[in-house]
């Protein structure tokens, strides 16, 4: 397979070049791209010296056409399949030779890295929300998704181009519980996912309240408009 590693980045300064290269180091056949979502600190000038393939946004866009922007790329140079891959470590590059085994084998349109499989389930307030989102995943699919805030994830050719022409697919778990409604394949395999190697997170208890909210307010009510 032919695959493609989108590494959404936003002032990742302290982990990006750890990341790339261990990714080139543990998956040399895997191609990659840094989407650069307006960085304002040495994340841009990082990918210039060093030479990695990246994209720079003019301003930060968020993650979802960050994310669209890559998928665009994907489709432009014919991947197979295009893997979401956090710029902050915390994604293990040897995880993806085994999700696009499982893609193959079970002719998945998804394949999401389970830390719930590996038994290292999020705890706290993240955990779980995760908990409560799966939950809803069953109760409007009956599909069961243990990790669906993992946010490695792999998608197939014909997501690619969803993802690439759509305005409403987003790398979030209601766009999965849509996918699980109209009967795409959706597979887990277990993965180990180490903590953030460096910088600061995005998700305080606000956000993270504010996040689980808004996603189970859309696997609940908006999905059902969704095609």
């Known amino acids: 397979m032919k ?5 959404p980045a936003y002032n990742e300064e302290e982990c ?14 895997v191609d990659y791209l840094v989407v650069n979502d307006g960085s304002t600190d040495r994340t841009r000038e990082i990918c210039e010296q060093r030479g990695f393939r990246c994209v720079n946004l003019p301003i930060n866009t968020g993650l979802s056409s960050g994310f669209q922007t890559g998928m665009k790329y994907a489709e432009r140079h014919g ?23 499982a893609m193959e084998q079970n002719d998945a349109a998804v394949v999401v890295a389970s830390r719930t499989l590996a ?20 109760i409007t699919t009956g599909k069961r998704i243990t990790d669906p805030t993992s946010g490695m994830r792999m998608y197939n050719a014909q997501l690619i181009r969803e993802f690439a022409h759509g305005f409403d697919l987003t ?15 959706i597979v887990e395999v277990p993965a ?3 903590e953030r190697q460096g ?19 859309s696997i609940l009510m908006f999905q059902w408009f969704r095609k």
Not at 171 to 185: H, I, N, S, V
Not at 199 to 217: D, K
């Open 16 to 29: 990006l070049e750890a990341t790339v290269r261990n990714l080139e180091a543990t998956c040399p056949t």
């Open 79 to 101: 991947y197979d399949a295009a893997v979401q891959f956090d710029a902050d470590g915390q994604h293990l590059p040897q995880y993806i030779p085994v999700m696009a085994q």
């Open 192 to 194: 180990h996912m180490e």
């Open 119 to 138: 038994n290292e389930a999020p705890t706290g307030a993240r955990g779980a929300g995760s908990k409560l989102i799966s939950a809803l995943i069953r």
């Open 199 to 217: 910088g600061e997170s995005y998700l305080n208890l606000p956000h993270i309240v504010r996040y689980m909210a808004r996603t189970c307010l």
């Open 3 to 7: 695959i493609l590693a989108i590494i």
């Open 171 to 185: 790398p979030e778990p209601d766009t999965l519980a849509m996918l699980a409604r109209r009967g795409e394949t």
